[in-house]
């Protein structure tokens, strides 16, 4: 169980584009998602909180117009990197919450999505 | 604020010598969560271990074992007769219940296990 995918695992776009990638919750509701950046050789970086149903919660220097973050349902989280440029290029791991199992400390990680923007 | 240090960058160990990757926290909470993660190549991350902050007791799983001590605020990881198949990235991360259980992950240790 507890089983957490993204959409795509790879990616690679074009300077301008945008580019959405998905996390979903399998086997769970997830109330709550966090998405992860991480540059080659570095540690993960929380980029922004979404909890079902409302806005996402951005930490210190993330652009919230820059990194567009959805959860419109219990199982399914979208990041989308507007007007892509190369420094956006990064891995990117979202996880899920699930609060109905009484953990509020534990997270499920997906596999990542790799980014790379030319 | 919540932070969690990994000083060691990058351990080379030759097959079959024991590793300890150190993890040292700072916390305000009372109640909070210790993590040990593995990141091999592929980048996914894998669960190893998760501490709550009332459970000292040092656990063994196989060849991994962890040293939890609060009056150190250290969560120690010591991987034993290392193999190749450990190579990898281990990350040490901290939840506060407080922080909303957000995760504050460590820079986390390369492991190159040489064989």
């Known amino acids: 169980g507890a089983v957490v995918s993204q959409h795509p695992s790879r990616v690679i776009c074009k300077s301008g584009t945008s580019v959405k990638i998905e996390c979903r919750s399998l086997d769970f509701q997830a109330t709550t998602m966090f998405w992860y950046r991480q540059f080659p050789k570095k540690s993960l970086m929380l980029m922004a909180t979404s909890n079902e149903g409302s806005k996402a919660t951005y930490e210190q220097g993330v652009e919230k117009d820059k990194f567009l973050i959805n959860h419109a349902s219990l199982t399914l989280s979208t990041l989308t990197v507007t007007s892509a440029h190369p420094e956006d290029s990064s891995f990117y791991i979202c996880?899920?919450?699930?609060?109905?199992?009484?953990?509020?400390?534990?997270?499920?990680f997906g596999p990542g999505t790799r980014l790379t923007v030319t | 604020a919540q932070k969690v240090t990994q000083a060691q960058t990058e351990i080379s160990v030759v097959e079959k010598e024991d590793v300890t990757l150190d993890c040292v926290y700072e916390?305000?909470?009372?109640?909070?969560?210790l993590f040990w993660y593995k990141q091999p190549p592929s980048g996914e991350l894998v669960f190893l271990i998760r501490?709550?902050?009332?459970?000292?007791q040092n656990e063994i799983s196989g060849r991994y074992s962890w040293n939890f001590q609060k009056s150190t605020s250290s969560f120690n990881f010591t991987i034993t007769a290392s193999q190749v198949v450990d190579s990898a990235v281990y990350f040490c991360a901290l939840s506060e219940q407080g922080g909303n259980n957000r995760l504050a992950f460590g820079k986390g240790n390369q492991v190159v296990v040489i064989p």
């Open positions: 501490r709550n902050s009332f459970d000292e």
């Open positions: 916390t305000r909470d009372t109640t909070y969560y």
């Open positions: 996880s899920a919450r699930d609060l109905g199992q009484g953990k509020p400390y534990e997270q499920y």
